[in-house]
């Protein structure tokens, strides 16, 4: 190991905590965000100290290109430097700050501790503003057997994910859990498991097994299945499957799957595409509407979440690491800790890492409750493992977490309708195989959620199509992020659910807003044996106002009285989560709209809540831009609807007229809603039918 002078003599067992609680907004400056700027704020407590930064290191960017010549740890400061500077000289920014040529950091670089982490930041301030850059992150480990083992939480990351090190990272985490939380309770085994037995009794061989009401332990595969899908079990091979598999005939995956259940002391696998006969629908449906327990009760789920497909396998060796050896007071002894390079992106926000949304198999839907529902999980990532239970989450180089968002005891609290809500947004970005299986994948949660809420203070709900009866007006305002919703080809949910789209959905919750429409009845028609599963049919019958949807005309003069007379921009202070200062529709599949035919689609706007919001307008006087003037706004949140034939069996003239949903609109002007809210409060509002 060899140091440069100023790095021999930095205080790292010292240095300042880093000025998070100044932090007014982080801009991430690329689609990774491993290129990020903080920007902290005078009114929280900052000057222009540069103390506040942190501990002084180098003074240029020359000053750390020298010493990276020579001194191990300069040079992994100057690695991840030359990152950013790439992506700074180059003008790859996605980001709407001006940041390229414009606003550039010194290089002047301070060191802080880092908040969520043993290791520190390397920080720069910027040359026009009170802006500091994030230059680079480190993190500290000790080796397995060290004597700072009880101090330092992260370890050596070893590229092979079987080595004695890793595995027993893994027995430690297993447990501490079983101590500390409690083992898991032995109950009924899942319908069919495998049965791997061990390695010296098996022959090679695992069986699948009917389990027959039958007591144990098992563990659980969380896995992207790919595009092959060959190997599974059908009615043709059933009783090949009963008599025996040779292990060498499994996928990559499942040996892997079965390497591990038998490293942890397990007898018994449940694998979803080996346990459940895939070409009988009645099985399937009947099978997979039991997740929720199957997850629930395992010993351990193991997630592939670096495999793309079965036949990728998860134990494959990981990318190496570079650690460089630093010299460290603890509880002033000198002790020699471990320095490695942390991505940017996962030191300035830790729940990146937890999301782990860059593996494989975080863009499957269905893993999204397998995750929720297991009461511990060990991840197989592309670089580390990760282990995870009802009380925390841990990564083998250090990062930890308590009380972190996937599990389904801290989805439920506080308000468990908008936790679904949050639940739905992060199902929706991912990806399914089959488009019916929308609703399904998603059911063993449903299911779960609705346990909880007969067994808590919460009234028992209905679940309707991806919703919840009880206060569904409060989550009917949903719309595709980035304008990018897609219309399967079969029929999958009624227009007012999320469910009937595919794309990444935003849920806006309108419990704080005061209502203009009331649900009278909502009917919702299932297929199979799932009662949570997929649909076939539903409506909701809905007492609402019924206007015009404002003119192009209209809403460009809306645009332009937005910031009309002010010389810079207009703004919200008190934001509600949704845009108000945008009159567009946002429609559910822009490609079934042409924006020069909307005036002629005869599209009605249904209000369904209001509120109020601050604008501030921003101008400039004496060359300094500042707020001008302050404005109270109502705005009505509405779907906007298109009149359609009623369902196949329905009499036309006996019911309501009949809508479609296609979108929603912010519909503007204090006036106007205050008349919306003086006929809701006369009565005034006509029965529709949304189907």
């Given at each position: 190991?060899?140091?440069?002078?100023?790095?021999?003599?930095?205080?790292?067992?010292?240095?300042?905590?880093?000025?998070?609680?100044?932090?007014?907004?982080?801009?991430?400056?690329?689609?990774?965000?491993?290129?990020?700027?903080?920007?902290?704020?005078?009114?929280?407590?900052?000057?222009?100290?540069?103390?506040?930064?942190?501990?002084?290191?180098?003074?240029?960017?020359?000053?750390?290109?020298?010493?990276?010549?020579?001194?191990?740890?300069?040079?992994?400061?100057?690695?991840?430097?030359?990152?950013?500077?790439?992506?700074?000289?180059?003008?790859?920014?996605?980001?709407?700050?001006?940041?390229?040529?414009?606003?550039?950091?010194?290089?002047?670089?301070?060191?802080?501790?880092?908040?969520?982490?043993?290791?520190?930041?390397?920080?720069?301030?910027?040359?026009?503003?009170?802006?500091?850059?994030?230059?680079?992150?480190?993190?500290?480990?000790?080796?397995?057997?060290?004597?700072?083992?009880?101090?330092?939480?992260?370890?050596?990351?070893?590229?092979?994910?079987?080595?004695?090190?890793?595995?027993?990272?893994?027995?430690?985490?297993?447990?501490?859990?079983?101590?500390?939380?409690?083992?898991?309770?032995?109950?009924?085994?899942?319908?069919?498991?495998?049965?791997?037995?061990?390695?010296?009794?098996?022959?090679?061989?695992?069986?699948?097994?009917?389990?027959?009401?039958?007591?144990?332990?098992?563990?659980?595969?969380?896995?992207?299945?790919?595009?092959?899908?060959?190997?599974?079990?059908?009615?043709?091979?059933?009783?090949?499957?009963?008599?025996?598999?040779?292990?060498?005939?499994?996928?990559?995956?499942?040996?892997?799957?079965?390497?591990?259940?038998?490293?942890?002391?397990?007898?018994?696998?449940?694998?979803?595409?080996?346990?459940?006969?895939?070409?009988?629908?009645?099985?399937?449906?009947?099978?997979?509407?039991?997740?929720?327990?199957?997850?629930?009760?395992?010993?351990?789920?193991?997630?592939?979440?670096?495999?793309?497909?079965?036949?990728?396998?998860?134990?494959?060796?990981?990318?190496?690491?570079?650690?460089?050896?630093?010299?460290?007071?603890?509880?002033?002894?000198?002790?020699?800790?471990?320095?490695?390079?942390?991505?940017?992106?996962?030191?300035?926000?830790?729940?990146?890492?937890?999301?782990?949304?860059?593996?494989?198999?975080?863009?499957?839907?269905?893993?999204?409750?397998?995750?929720?529902?297991?009461?511990?999980?060990?991840?197989?990532?592309?670089?580390?493992?990760?282990?995870?239970?009802?009380?925390?989450?841990?990564?083998?180089?250090?990062y930890s977490e308590t009380g972190h968002i996937f599990t389904l005891n801290s989805s439920l609290s506080p308000n468990i309708l908008s936790s679904w809500a949050l639940i739905v947004e992060r199902y929706s970005k991912r990806s399914l195989t089959r488009p019916s299986d929308k609703l399904p994948a998603l059911s063993g949660l449903a299911s779960s959620f609705h346990k909880s809420m007969e067994s808590s203070d919460s009234a028992a709900d209905d679940y309707v199509a991806g919703l919840w009866r009880r206060n569904l007006i409060d989550y009917l305002y949903w719309f595709p992020k980035k304008r990018k919703g897609v219309r399967p080809p079969a029929y999958r949910a009624p227009s007012w659910s999320w469910a009937a789209l595919d794309g990444a959905m935003q849920i806006q919750s309108l419990e704080d807003f005061n209502k203009l429409a009331k649900i009278e009845e909502v009917h919702v028609s299932t297929s199979g044996e799932d009662p949570l599963g997929e649909v076939s049919g539903g409506h909701l019958l809905i007492r609402s106002l019924l206007v015009p949807l404002p003119s192009r005309e209209q809403r460009e003069r809306d645009h332009a009285n937005n910031n009309k007379k002010?010389?810079?921009?207009?703004?919200?202070?008190?934001?509600?989560?949704?845009?108000?200062?945008?009159?567009?529709?946002?429609?559910?599949?822009?490609?079934?709209?042409?924006?020069?035919?909307?005036?002629?689609?005869?599209?009605?706007?249904?209000?369904?809540?209001?509120?109020?919001?601050?604008?501030?307008?921003?101008?400039?006087?004496?060359?300094?831009?500042?707020?001008?003037?302050?404005?109270?706004?109502?705005?009505?949140?509405?779907?906007?609807?298109?009149?359609?034939?009623?369902?196949?069996?329905?009499?036309?003239?006996?019911?309501?007229?009949?809508?479609?949903?296609?979108?929603?609109?912010?519909?503007?002007?204090?006036?106007?809603?205050?008349?919306?809210?003086?006929?809701?409060?006369?009565?005034?509002?006509?029965?529709?039918?949304?189907?």
């Amino acid at each position: 190991m060899t140091l440069c002078d100023l790095c021999s003599t930095t205080p790292f067992h010292t240095l300042p905590d880093f000025f998070d609680e100044k932090i007014i907004a982080k801009h991430d400056l690329t689609k990774d965000k491993n290129l990020l700027s903080y920007m902290p704020i005078w009114f929280l407590g900052w000057t222009t100290d540069r103390s506040q930064v942190g501990y002084a290191h180098h003074k240029s960017r020359m000053a750390l290109e020298l010493a990276a010549k020579h001194c191990d740890l300069c040079r992994l400061i100057n690695f991840s430097a030359c990152s950013m500077f790439d992506l700074l000289e180059t003008g790859k920014i996605e980001s709407p700050i001006d940041v390229p040529g414009d606003n550039m950091p010194t290089m002047e670089l301070f060191i802080s501790k880092r908040s969520d982490g043993d290791g520190f930041l390397v920080l720069s301030p910027s040359q026009k503003n009170d802006e500091v850059f994030l230059v680079c992150a480190i993190g500290f480990c000790v080796e397995y057997d060290s004597k700072l083992a009880d101090t330092i939480s992260g370890r050596v990351v070893y590229p092979d994910p079987t080595s004695p090190q890793a595995l027993g990272w893994l027995h430690a985490r297993l447990q501490h859990c079983n101590e500390v939380h409690g083992r898991p309770l032995q109950t009924n085994l899942p319908t069919r498991v495998l049965d791997i037995g061990d390695i010296e009794t098996s022959n090679g061989q695992i069986r699948l097994l009917d389990s027959q009401g039958t007591k144990g332990d098992y563990t659980t595969l969380s896995h992207c299945w790919g595009t092959s899908q060959q190997f599974t079990t059908t009615k043709a091979t059933m009783i090949d499957r009963h008599h025996g598999i040779s292990i060498t005939q499994l996928p990559q995956t499942f040996q892997d799957a079965v390497a591990i259940t038998r490293e942890v002391g397990i007898r018994y696998l449940w694998v979803d595409s080996l346990c459940i006969c895939q070409d009988d629908a009645e099985e399937w449906q009947r099978e997979s509407s039991k997740m929720a327990e199957v997850y629930a009760n395992s010993y351990l789920s193991i997630a592939a979440a670096r495999s793309a497909s079965d036949t990728d396998g998860f134990l494959a060796p990981r990318p190496p690491r570079e650690y460089v050896p630093l010299q460290v007071l603890v509880n002033e002894t000198p002790s020699t800790v471990l320095a490695f390079i942390i991505p940017n992106a996962y030191a300035a926000v830790g729940w990146r890492i937890r999301k782990m949304s860059h593996e494989p198999l975080s863009k499957r839907a269905w893993s999204l409750q397998e995750r929720y529902l297991a009461m511990r999980t060990i991840h197989f990532t592309s670089s580390q493992l990760a282990f995870e239970c009802n009380s925390g989450f841990q990564t083998e180089d250090g990062y930890s977490e308590t009380g972190h968002i996937f599990t389904l005891n801290s989805s439920l609290s506080p308000n468990i309708l908008s936790s679904w809500a949050l639940i739905v947004e992060r199902y929706s970005k991912r990806s399914l195989t089959r488009p019916s299986d929308k609703l399904p994948a998603l059911s063993g949660l449903a299911s779960s959620f609705h346990k909880s809420m007969e067994s808590s203070d919460s009234a028992a709900d209905d679940y309707v199509a991806g919703l919840w009866r009880r206060n569904l007006i409060d989550y009917l305002y949903w719309f595709p992020k980035k304008r990018k919703g897609v219309r399967p080809p079969a029929y999958r949910a009624p227009s007012w659910s999320w469910a009937a789209l595919d794309g990444a959905m935003q849920i806006q919750s309108l419990e704080d807003f005061n209502k203009l429409a009331k649900i009278e009845e909502v009917h919702v028609s299932t297929s199979g044996e799932d009662p949570l599963g997929e649909v076939s049919g539903g409506h909701l019958l809905i007492r609402s106002l019924l206007v015009p949807l404002p003119s192009r005309e209209q809403r460009e003069r809306d645009h332009a009285n937005n910031n009309k007379k002010y010389d810079h921009y207009t703004q919200e202070a008190s934001s509600t989560g949704i845009n108000t200062l945008n009159p567009d529709p946002l429609f559910d599949v822009m490609d079934e709209i042409d924006p020069d035919k909307i005036d002629d689609m005869n599209l009605v706007a249904m209000p369904i809540a209001w509120a109020c919001t601050t604008i501030n307008h921003f101008g400039s006087s004496s060359n300094v831009i500042d707020i001008v003037d302050i404005e109270e706004r109502k705005y009505a949140v509405a779907l906007i609807v298109q009149h359609c034939q009623p369902s196949v069996g329905e009499d036309s003239q006996k019911q309501p007229p009949c809508f479609r949903r296609l979108g929603v609109i912010c519909l503007q002007g204090n006036d106007f809603v205050e008349s919306l809210d003086s006929m809701k409060e006369e009565g005034n509002m006509p029965l529709s039918t949304i189907i």
